[in-house]
Nanobody, 126 residues
Framework: QLQASGGGLVQAGDSLRLSCAAS????????VGWFRQAPGKERDFVAG????????VYADSVKGRFTISRDNAKNTVYLQMNSLKPEDTAVYYC?????????????????????WGQGTQVTVSS
């Protein structure tokens, strides 16, 4: 199971760090992605990281502000979110897959992931 946490209510310009913890399985072999869904909108890709941790991919809207990382010893993937904007308000989900994709673009697709955690709400006020 995946457990996302760390959401909250912050002001524009603030930072938050989301965590995605895995239980019941060793996380180190999984690629992990973060997605978000705002009310009335589709679920969008935010960031992804391969199991090696050395390859990451980001949505254009968060590049330079968000950083995805992993600590396999803790079975946890993080999403550091800086310079938050009101448009970042959404429920954030983490997802994982054991599948290997040669192209990073595949990790931006929600259908590429097999396991999903419950969401954590991030609200950014202006």
């Amino acid at each position: 199971q995946l457990q996302a946490s760390g959401g909250g209510l912050v002001q524009a310009g603030d930072s938050l760090r989301l965590s995605c913890a895995a239980s019941g399985r060793t996380f180190s072999s999984y690629a992990v992605g973060w997605f978000r869904q705002a009310p009335g909108k589709e679920r969008d890709f935010v960031a992804g990281i391969r199991w090696t941790g050395d390859v990451t991919v980001y949505a254009d809207s968060v590049k330079g502000r968000f950083t995805i990382s992993r600590d396999n010893a803790k079975n946890t993937v993080y999403l550091q979110m800086n310079s938050l904007k009101p448009e970042d308000t959404a429920v954030y989900y983490c997802a994982a897959t054991l599948k290997y994709y040669s192209g990073n673009v595949y990790y931006t697709y929600s259908r590429s992931y097999d396991y999903w955690g419950q969401g954590t709400q991030v609200t950014v006020s202006s």
